[in-house]
């Protein structure tokens, strides 16, 4: 009875999905089973005498089959999110197994995997690599170097010390890893496409952007090789690319890989699917840094319909489309309309995260400067003022995005000829700067020049020639010319984009790290 109950189990568990409820039939099954074992096996155990041999030989078989319907639970718990679940059922049968078979034993093995692959899920990446080990010394020593098994652990083990940001020996494991999978699978494989997919990620984390586009293309012509045309796989190698071009500012590289993602999305998902929308949302980032505004428009008010009518209009991604859609109009000069998008993006944020949320703090900071493209520099400067009171209460005193505001601040008092207070708002830049970048990098030099030109304007020529020469000192020692890094012109007034009032850059949408694609 218990082992036909486990067999429909593991029929129930092929069966099933994250969501689908053959997956509690097989755990019930699972677990009913595992009782019925437990219960024959503590019956024997009752009944047994000092000389029964072969009844503990029956025992310690009892005890497999235990385990692996411990085992087949674990799995169930794993593949339904339930990682803690699945811990303590897969260190059970690990136990089991340890006890009662052989040092290098495949179902030891087995068990050594998914326990590994469960403390990874849950961030204990020590106890994942000694168990990888395991694993990897089982199966190497039982099947040979080359086979697919070992090609899937190294890529295990190369992305723990991923993980660790150990990056030099995961790209090792990585491409060892990518040479035993074609040795025995062949070139074109899917799980070559998946390892080439995480070799790409690693180095779009290290920024090697041209490294990372490589390594995705590669996958992709494997993808599409293998994958039927429409794979879900293909979007999201489409995607990495598209990010990695983007990031290197090849934007026109981007928007063509992201418009080929969002065709193919929204053939198999339908125009109208949530996931269609963040590519979409892509393709309309891209083409407004492309200066493509009306494409951009054309693509947020998309977007913005799917979210309404998935979410309802009072949603936080709602509120990010309207905060984009600001972003584009205030480019195509709209300025009116950018700040209507910019407030209804505010309301929602309120609604949906409180007053005193960073994201709140961001589409403040959008009004702010929108209406100091206006010339209102008193609606401006409240909502700056807001913006900063924010990002203190939600980031402290000392985080980078401070000096974005406390530098429009400070540049509107600048142009108010209030320099005392213009200079308090610079001096706490600098500091923040020096925190995060030390005494010598070229941000603290330009800030000192730009402080040194309000000294200036003020007249006070010894703190003018100190900053002014500390500023030079820098640009010397890092080889940079003076009069290109100061931006400033025979009357003080910067000429860098950075200082100027028009042209600040604005908050918009993150830009996500790539998904991995997952071996089909």
Do not use: W
């Not at 949302?281 to 008010?301: E, H, M, P």
């Not at 489309?321 to 000069?333: A, D, E, Y």
């Amino acid at each position: 009875m218990a082992s036909t109950l486990n067999c429909l189990g593991v029929v129930f568990f092929h069966m099933t999905s994250n969501s689908d409820e053959n997956a509690s039939k097989a755990l019930n099954l699972f677990t009913t089973s595992l009782e019925i074992r437990k219960s024959l096996l503590s019956n024997n155990v009752h009944g047994m005498t000092s000389a029964a041999t072969t009844v503990n030989v029956e025992d310690a078989e009892s005890q497999k089959e235990i385990a692996t319907t411990m085992n087949n639970v674990g799995r169930v718990y794993y593949m339904l999110g339930d990682h803690t679940a699945a811990l303590a059922t897969y260190i059970e049968a690990y136990r089991l197994r340890k006890e009662l078979m052989p040092a290098y034993h495949l179902d030891l093995a087995a068990s050594a995997y998914n326990l590994g692959q469960t403390h990874h899920q849950l961030g204990n990446l020590d106890d994942a690599m000694t168990l990888y080990m395991e694993f990897y010394e089982i199966v190497s020593n039982y099947l040979g170097p080359t086979h697919r098994d070992v090609a899937i652990i190294l890529k295990c083990m190369a992305q723990v010390h991923h993980d660790k940001s150990q990056y030099d020996e995961a790209g090792r494991l990585y491409y060892k890893s990518l040479q035993t999978t074609k040795a025995a699978l062949g070139e074109l494989h899917p799980e070559v496409a998946s390892t080439l997919n995480k070799i790409g990620n690693m180095y779009y984390e290290n920024s090697d952007f041209d490294a990372a586009i490589k390594a995705y293309e590669e996958g992709l012509g494997v993808e599409r090789a293998v994958l039927q045309s429409d794979h879900q796989n293909i979007v999201v190698t489409l995607t990495n690319i598209a990010q990695s071009h983007k990031h290197k500012g090849n934007h026109a590289a981007a928007l063509e890989r992201y418009t080929e993602a969002y065709n193919l999305q929204r053939a198999v998902l339908g125009a109208t699917n949530p996931k269609v929308a963040i590519t979409l949302s892509n393709v309309a980032q891209v083409s407004c840094r492309l200066g493509r505004f009306t494409r951009a428009l054309d693509a947020y008010q998309e977007v913005l319909q799917i979210r309404r009518d998935t979410y309802g209009d009072e949603h936080v991604d709602v509120a990010a489309t309207l905060n984009s859609i600001g972003l584009v109009l205030f480019r195509q000069g709209y300025h009116a309309l950018a700040i209507e998008s910019f407030e209804e993006s505010l309301r929602v944020r309120r609604l949906c995260l409180g007053d005193q949320h960073r994201d709140v703090a961001v589409v403040l900071y959008n009004i702010a400067t929108t209406h100091l493209e206006q010339g209102d520099e008193d609606k401006a400067m409240a909502c700056y003022a807001e913006t900063l009171r924010m990002e203190r209460c939600t980031l402290g005193n000392d985080h980078r995005d401070l000096v974005v505001t406390l530098q429009h601040i400070g540049q509107v008092f600048r142009q108010r000829g209030e320099l005392d207070t213009s200079l308090e708002y610079f001096t706490e830049v600098l500091r923040i700067e020096r925190l995060h970048h030390g005494n010598d990098s070229p941000m603290v030099a330009r800030l000192l020049n730009k402080m040194g030109n309000i000294y200036l304007q003020k007249a006070d020529v010894p703190n003018m020639m100190e900053c002014l020469a500390e500023a030079t000192r820098i640009f010397e020692r890092l080889g940079s010319s003076t009069e290109a890094d100061a931006g400033s012109d025979a009357n003080g007034e910067e000429m860098n984009e950075e200082l100027k009032i028009t042209g600040y850059n604005f908050y918009s949408l993150s830009i996500f790290h790539p998904e991995c694609a997952a071996a089909a």
